[in-house]
Each structure stands twice: as structure tokens, then as C-alpha cells.
């Protein structure tokens, strides 16, 4: 599955509001804890941890950092199973691309793979993905804080 989006910002910007400022623009109904959701952290280096942290203190994984390339690229395993729990031995991959396109507009390149890891239920993730409550819609608030 893939989604584009421009916006105007520089390459460092774009990155770092992805990247340091998730828990600014994830919805906050997104959420996989048993505490409201507090922020979205993104370590920043390879092997990094993807995590939420609730207003209670707790973290729930998501994933962790498989490519950290600063300002240009990321790439995120996401493990996350088709129930949104966690899953050790599932690796989806969330590719992301900033590209300078100039008059200070950038693009960036979102890429969610191997969605068939899913199994039987690869169908129904591609799907809840691909909608308004998923990419699409956290794009659109991710672009609106930049």
C-alpha cells in the first residue's frame, strides 16, 4: 500500500515532525494501551523502539526503528497483528520517503509492505489501512501540523 503527500518544509522538518513529533499528529483514538494515550516515540536510531506511552506511564510497543537515514528516509517494522496487539514474530514494514521536489515543497513517500504477513486476514488490514482511519487520515493530520 502506498500513499504520497506534499507539503511545504524543509527535508529536517518534514522528518522530524514524523519522526520526534508523532505523538503530535497520531490520533489519539489509535491507540493499543489501556491508558489514554499520551505520546507516540520514535527512538531515533537503528533498533530503536516504536512505542506509546499512556498518561499512566505504561508503554505498549509497536514496533522499532529497522533504517534511520536523517532527513530522507525511515523505515518502521510494524508489529502489529490484524486483532492491533502486538506480535514479536510479525514484521510488517512502514517505509518512508522525504524527497525535495523545490520551491521548498516536499514530498513524502509512504510505504506500508508485506501486508500478506497477515495471513487470512490480509485483506481486512490492507483495507482498514488503506482508509480514512488509517493512512489517509493520519497523513492529512500529519501534514495539518506542519
Known amino acids: 500500500m502506498r500513499k504520497t503527500v506534499e507539503v511545504k518544509a524543509t527535508p529536517e522538518r518534514a522528518f522530524d515532525v514524523f519522526t520526534?513529533?508523532?505523538?503530535?499528529?497520531?490520533?489519539?483514538?489509535?491507540s493499543i494501551g489501556s491508558s489514554p494515550q499520551q505520546d507516540v516515540i520514535i527512538e531515533p536510531r537503528v533498533g530503536g523502539r516504536w512505542f506509546e506511552r499512556g498518561t499512566d506511564g505504561t508503554e505498549c510497543q509497536w514496533g522499532h526503528v529497522i533504517h534511520w537515514e536523517p532527513p530522507h528516509r525511515i523505515v518502521l517494522a510494524w508489529q502489529l497483528n490484524a486483532e492491533w496487539r502486538f506480535d514479536a514474530n510479525l514484521v510488517t514494514e512502514l517505509d518512508i520517503r522525504f524527497i525535495e521536489i523545490g520551491h521548498g515543497m516536499i514530498r513524502i513517500e509512504l510505504e506500508h509492505r508485506n501486508l500478506e504477513r497477515f495471513g487470512d486476514?490480509?485483506?481486512?488490514?490492507?483495507?482498514?489501512l488503506d482508509s480514512e482511519g488509517g493512512w489517509q487520515g493520519l497523513l492529512a493530520a500529519y501534514t495539518a501540523v506542519i
Open 20 to 30: 520526534a513529533g508523532m505523538g503530535r499528529w497520531w490520533a489519539k483514538s489509535h
Open 121 to 128: 486476514k490480509a485483506a481486512e488490514v490492507r483495507s482498514a
